[in-house]
């Protein structure tokens, strides 16, 4: 029985630590940024989408309805859905978000397009596998948000 207890103690600390190095990766990682200037695509897992570089069905989510003339005037709606501003010029916005246990952190990337008359998203986990819908419902609070004058 003791050896059980001790067995499972070392597997939940090989866990946990797997998870804190994980989020440790995250932390030193940075956004890609843009790519002959546009979003960068989604990679093959199911931890992010994209509305520019339209890639495959499963990372595409619609882009949001451009409302303002410059993304400065969207800071404050990214900064109120608990992001941190990296980067932010008249048309790409950089943000990253962090979870609260481990300390993944998310990218979130805006780039304005004012021919279309959209802002292109891209929201993407740094780390894992797959992101469990994280980062379509947090592209989709953001344009609730926005649509709503916030």
Same mark, same amino acid.
Do not use: W
């Given at each position: 029985?003791?050896?059980?207890?001790y067995?499972g103690?070392?597997?939940? +600390?090989? !866990?946990?630590?797997?998870? @804190?190095?994980?989020?440790?990766?995250? /932390? %030193?990682q940075?956004?890609?940024?843009?790519? =002959?200037?546009r979003?960068?695509?989604?990679?093959?897992?199911?931890?992010?989408v994209?509305?520019?570089?339209?890639?495959?069905?499963?990372?595409?989510?619609?882009?949001?309805? +451009?409302? !303002?003339?410059s993304?400065? @005037?969207?800071?404050?709606?990214?900064? /109120? %859905?608990?992001g941190?501003?990296?980067?932010? =010029?008249?048309?790409?916005?950089?943000a990253?978000?962090?979870s609260?246990?481990?300390?993944?952190?998310?990218?979130?990337?805006?780039?304005?397009?004012?021919?279309?008359?959209v802002?292109? !998203?891209?929201s993407?986990?740094?780390?894992g596998?797959?992101?469990?819908?994280?980062?379509?419902?947090?592209?989709?609070?953001?344009?609730?948000?926005?649509e709503?004058?916030?």
């Open positions: 029985m003791k050896q059980l207890i067995i103690v070392a597997l939940v +600390l090989v !866990v946990t630590g797997y998870f @804190a190095f994980q989020g440790y990766l995250s /932390r %030193s940075k956004a890609p940024g843009l790519i =002959d200037g979003l960068a695509p989604c990679g093959p897992k199911p931890n992010a994209c509305s520019d570089n339209f890639t495959n069905r499963e990372h595409y989510i619609k882009p949001i309805a +451009l409302r !303002v003339s993304l400065s @005037a969207v800071t404050a709606g990214v900064e /109120r %859905s608990g941190k501003i990296i980067t932010v =010029d008249q048309d790409y916005l950089a990253e978000f962090s609260s246990v481990f300390g993944f952190v998310d990218d979130l990337e805006l780039l304005r397009d004012a021919n279309a008359g802002i292109h !998203v891209r993407s986990s740094r780390v596998y797959s992101d469990l819908g994280v980062n379509r419902k947090r592209v989709e609070a953001l344009r609730k948000l926005l709503n004058g916030q």
